[in-house]
Nanobody
Framework: QVQLVESGGGLVQAGGSLRLSCAAS???????MGWFRQAPGKEREFVAV????????YYADSVKGRFTISRDTGKNTVYLQMSSLKPEDTAVYYC???????????????????WGQGTQVTVSS
C-alpha cells in the first residue's frame, strides 16, 4: 500500500493559479499517478494522469491546456499545476496510485489502488 498526502489547495479567484502536491510513501515512478476531483453532489471525475511506463500524460478535456501534471521522482511527489482556474474547478482534489502495472494509464477511478485524503480547491467568481 502507498500512503498519499495532498497539499496546496485553497481559495483562489477565477483566472488564478494553484499548485497541488501529492507526497507518496513509495517511489512514484513505479506507478501511474492520477489526479481526480469531486464537487459537491457530483461523482468523482478524472482530471489527469502520468503513466509509469513512459511518463505520458493524459488530461480530461475540461482541464486540457490549463492543468499540468508532473512528478519529481527524487522527492516521491506528484504535482498538479492549475492555471486559468474557473469556478467550475471547485472540488476536493485527490491523488491516486495505480499499482497494477498496466501499460496504458487509466482514467477510471475504480482501477486505482491507493488514495489520499483530498485537498479542497475553491475558485471564486
Amino acid at each position: 500500500q502507498v500512503q498519499l498526502v495532498e497539499s496546496g489547495g485553497g481559495l483562489v479567484q477565477a483566472g488564478g493559479s494553484l499548485r497541488l502536491s501529492c507526497a507518496a510513501s513509495d517511489h512514484t515512478f513505479r506507478y501511474s499517478m492520477g489526479w481526480f476531483r469531486q464537487a459537491p453532489g457530483k461523482e468523482r471525475e478524472f482530471v489527469a494522469v502520468i503513466a509509469w511506463s513512459d511518463d505520458k500524460t493524459y488530461y480530461a478535456d475540461s482541464v486540457k491546456g490549463r492543468f499540468t501534471i508532473s512528478r519529481d521522482t527524487g522527492k516521491n511527489t506528484v504535482y498538479l499545476q492549475m492555471s486559468s482556474l474557473k469556478p467550475e474547478d471547485t472540488a476536493v482534489y485527490y491523488c491516486a496510485a495505480d499499482r497494477s502495472g498496466r501499460w496504458v494509464a487509466s482514467v477510471d477511478a475504480g482501477e486505482y489502488d491507493d488514495w489520499g485524503q483530498g485537498t479542497q480547491v475553491t475558485v471564486s467568481s
